[in-house]
C-alpha cells in the first residue's frame, strides 16, 4: 500500500526558508511521477511543483520559479519541497502526491496523497 508523509511545516517569517520533506512507501516509485500541491482557506488546491522519480521531468508553478526547489533522494525515497524567500500568500496547507507515469500539473491526475502539513508566513 503507498503511502506518503510529509513533515517540516511550520511557521517562518516572509523572507524565511523552510524545508518539506515526503517520504513514499509501499512500493517502487521509478516510475512515478511525484508533486507538491497546496490548499489555502478559500481557494482552490494549487499545483507547486513536480518531478518524475527519474529525474528527467522538472515543473514549477509561476508563482514558485526562482525561490522553490524539489530536490529528491533515492536512497532514502524522499521528495522535498526547499522553500525560500517566503511570502505571506505561500501560505497553506502543503501536501505531497503521486502518480504512476508522466508529470502532470493537476491535482485530479494524481491517485496518491500525503496527509499534509501546514506551513504559515507571517509578514
Known amino acids: 500500500q503507498v503511502q506518503l508523509v510529509e513533515s517540516g511545516g511550520g511557521l517562518v517569517q516572509a523572507g524565511g526558508s523552510l524545508r518539506l520533506s515526503c517520504a513514499a512507501s509501499?512500493?517502487?516509485?521509478?516510475?512515478?511521477?511525484m508533486g507538491w500541491f497546496r490548499h489555502a482557506p478559500g481557494k482552490e488546491r494549487e499545483f507547486v511543483a513536480a518531478?518524475?522519480?527519474?529525474?528527467?521531468?522538472?515543473y514549477y508553478a509561476d508563482s514558485v520559479k526562482g525561490r522553490f526547489t524539489i530536490p529528491r533522494n533515492n536512497a532514502k525515497n524522499t521528495v522535498d519541497l526547499q522553500m525560500n524567500s517566503l511570502k505571506a500568500e505561500d501560505t497553506a496547507n502543503y501536501y505531497c502526491?503521486?502518480?504512476?507515469?508522466?508529470?502532470?500539473?493537476?491535482?485530479?491526475?494524481?491517485?496518491?496523497w500525503g496527509q499534509g502539513t501546514q506551513v504559515t508566513v507571517s509578514s
Open positions: 502526491a503521486a502518480r504512476y507515469g508522466m508529470v502532470l500539473t493537476t491535482y485530479q491526475g494524481y491517485n496518491y
Open positions: 509501499g512500493r517502487t516509485f521509478s516510475s512515478h511521477a
Open positions: 518531478i518524475h522519480w527519474s529525474g528527467g521531468s522538472i
